[in-house]
Every structure is written in structure tokens, then in C-alpha cells.
DNA sequence: CCACCGAGTCAGCAACTGTTTACATCCCCG
DNA sequence: CGGGGATGTAAACAGTTGCTGACTCGGTGG
């Protein structure tokens, strides 16, 4: 399986022959960054469990004791996504162009990116799949909730629609940002840039006219 | 690897026991209509060569001789994608909202979305990845030059960034309609009802306003 | 001091992957 | 009729994959 996502240089590891310090709640972490990461940028099918392991400076056996599974670990690395994205509450249009903008136009150093990535990564396995799309259903009815009081029942579920192209818009610029490396000015246009024509976008998508 | 997008019913080969008709060049667009369909659903690390094979009902060595790698197989597929997106005439507003509706809202049962979904995926190889960027690319030019006689360089910017937005929702309402199967009403909603939003957000993003 | 247990390491297995090689079969041209 | 190229098949290869079991190491309580 080709290594399309370069190894990351080892921060940590003061020394070299130092033994790794017994951390159990450390070492969980780091393994869940890396995957994170990992099956944000290559996909879950494209990952090893040994790219992981590597990336997080990890015994690669840790995987199945910590996680049980390469499932078990991009199903954790899940619902850690779903937790943040999952919230009960509504959001009005402005805090929906607000979270998209943080979410998305942020730097793509920042770990942010990955987190929406994560909902367009599929591994093939049932469970983890229902907790992606429920992630993304429930993000667009948040959406929906925020910005319309509805009528009827067939606006409700037009107003539910344009939600989800929101949504789907959200995670396509995520994706051409992230992994569309080389096309620019999307892939480096600063955060405050990227929100102006945003909001248009979702202000004629989410408010009704006619 | 997990497998998982079911095999396809063989609706060819009248009798089992019949031997494959010596046909190369149908052979040939077998492998390409199965393997676009394989890549663009599971992406490229999680396809393997025998589910291609196997859906095309044709010897996994194959894929070898006509296409020398699997690749070379993926690459054939997004130049294929490519020269279809890769025309060098400019689009009106309209015709952008018509050609994305109708490559995107077309019934999934339609080939249509497998061809767009086919630019988010990655094979790590650097020549394949150029052609999916450029196409990429080339699509939101064509979009900028069809929508908008530009004044300054700032304001062309602008526009080529709206016109990425433009593509970027695009290809992500491609992602959740194919990839995202229960997510109603997104996922099921005819190609008109979804027209009617979509050339909303795509004149609010690409006719200037301010 | 030492038995114990959680944390980390190591080597290796069985299955799978992409690819190649050798072989069968067809069909056309001389 | 018979080479000979083109097409398809089958088996196998080497490398990689996810995963496992037995092991060492280090701290802690008795």
C-alpha cells in the first residue's frame, strides 16, 4: 500500500534509546491523533495500521490492545467527531457561517480540517458508518433547526434539504482545501477571505425567498 | 480489503459455461466502466484488482495486459473523467447550474456521479493526481471565464475562489448523494426539486454583489 | 524482597494484494 | 494446413496486511 501521507518527524522522544514512558491515557491519544489524521488525509482503506503506529511513535500490537481492531480505532477516532459535532443545541445562520468558516477555512495545520474529513471517510464497516451518516444527518437538522421555524411539513423537509447542501458544500471546500493541495486560491485563501462569499452561499441557501 | 460495495449481478454472459467472447476493445471498457464505478464508491486503496476483475466478469491478469497496473487502470479513468470535464468552452451561469444538476442529481443508478466522485479520490500516484487536480482546476476556470468579464486581478481572484466554492459544493453533494445512501431527502430527491436551491447558492456565489 | 499486573516489545502467522509467468484457445493470413 | 499473433485462463510469486501470542520491563503493594 503506498505511504501517499509523509511520516511526521518525531517531536517527541527526547532521546533516542530512552524507553517510551508508561502512559496508557498518553499513548491512547497519540494513537488516535495519528489515525485521525491518517484516515482524514488517505481514506480508511489506504492507512496501515502500521503508518499509524509509526506516525504516533507506537508499538503497532497497541492498536489491537487499546482499540481491539483497525475498525475498532477509526470507529473511535469517530465518534470523537460525532461528540463534537453532535451537539443537541440549534445554531442561528450566522453561528452555522461562523462554525463552518472555523471548521473549514482554518489552517490546514491545524487539526481541524480533519475532523469534517473524517465524516466523508467510509471504512465498509456497518457500524461505523451509522455513526457517520447520523453525524451528518443530525448536523443538518441542527442547521435546520437554527435557521427556520417551519410551516408545513413539505417546507420543513425543503428547508432540511437545503441544510444538507450546506452541509455537503461544507465538506466539499474541506476536501478540495485539504486534499486539493496544489489549487490555489481556495487551498490557502485565509479564513476572514474565505467567509465573505460564504456567507452569501449560505444566506441564499438557508433563508427563504419565494 | 474489505468488499465493500456488493458485486454486481453479471447481467452479461448469456450461458455459464460459454467462453468469453475475444473482443479486446470490449474487454477494455468493461475493466473501465467497473473500475470508474469501484474507485469513484470505495476510493482507490480500498478497491483491489479482483473486486474490478470480478465485477467485469473477466480474468484479474487482464487489467495487467491492457493497462499494465492498477494504476494505469485508475489513471484510464480519470483521463476519461477528464475529458469530459476538460472542454475548454466558458459556461454561462445557466449552463453551469444545468451541467452540475445534471451530473450531480442524476439518478444514482445513472454512471454520471461516479465520474465526479472520481476527482476526490487519490491514488498517492503524482501523475494521476495532477490530472484530477487540473481537471479540478480547468472545471472552475471555465466556470470564472463563462460567469464574470473581470476588471481587476484582485476582483478576478475573487471570482475564480467563488467559482472553486461553486465546484467544491458540487463535487460534495456528489459525495453525499452517492456515498451517503440514507441521508434523505438529499439523497433521494429528484434532479428538478434539487435544481431549484442549487442555482440559488450558485448565483448567489457567482453573480457579484458588492 | 518479591510476586503481581499493567505497559510495551518482538517475531511471526495466515490471509490478501498486485503482478508475472506459463499455458490454453481462438482466428486470420500465408 | 499450419504457423503465429491476439485473447483469455490458471497458478503461483513476493511483498504487505491486520492481528496474535509469548515475552520483557518497570513500578507497586504485601
Tied chains: 1, 2.
Excluded: W
Amino acid at each position: 500500500m503506498a505511504n501517499s501521507t509523509p511520516a511526521i518527524t518525531d517531536d517527541e522522544r527526547d532521546a533516542p534509546g530512552a524507553p517510551r514512558p508508561r502512559d496508557a491515557i498518553a499513548t491512547r491519544q497519540l494513537l488516535l491523533d495519528a489515525a485521525r489524521r491518517r484516515f482524514a488525509l488517505d481514506g480508511y482503506g489506504s492507512t496501515t495500521v502500521r503508518d499509524i503506529a509509526a506516525d504516533a511513535g507506537v508499538n503497532v500490537a497497541l492498536i489491537n490492545r487499546y482499540f481491539d481492531s483497525k475498525e475498532g480505532l477509526f470507529e473511535a477516532c469517530l465518534s470523537h467527531v460525532a461528540k463534537e459535532f453532535d451537539r443537541p443545541s440549534a445554531m442561528t445562520l450566522e453561528q452555522v457561517v461562523e462554525s463552518v468558516v472555523e471548521n473549514v477555512a482554518s489552517s490546514v495545520a491545524d487539526e481541524q480540517p480533519y475532523q469534517l474529513l473524517l465524516l466523508l471517510r467510509s471504512s465498509g464497516d456497518q457500524r461505523a458508518d451509522q455513526i457517520r451518516l447520523d453525524t451528518i444527518r443530525s448536523f443538518a437538522e441542527r442547521i435546520a433547526a437554527g435557521v427556520g421555524g417551519s410551516s408545513s411539513d413539505s417546507a420543513d423537509e425543503e428547508l432540511l434539504l437545503r441544510a444538507q447542501l450546506a452541509v455537503a458544500m461544507a465538506l466539499g471546500i474541506a476536501l478540495l482545501r485539504v486534499t486539493g493541495g496544489g489549487i490555489p486560491p481556495l487551498s490557502a485563501v485565509p479564513a476572514d477571505v474565505l467567509a465573505v462569499p460564504l456567507r452569501g452561499a449560505f444566506s441564499a441557501l438557508l433563508t427563504r425567498r419565494g
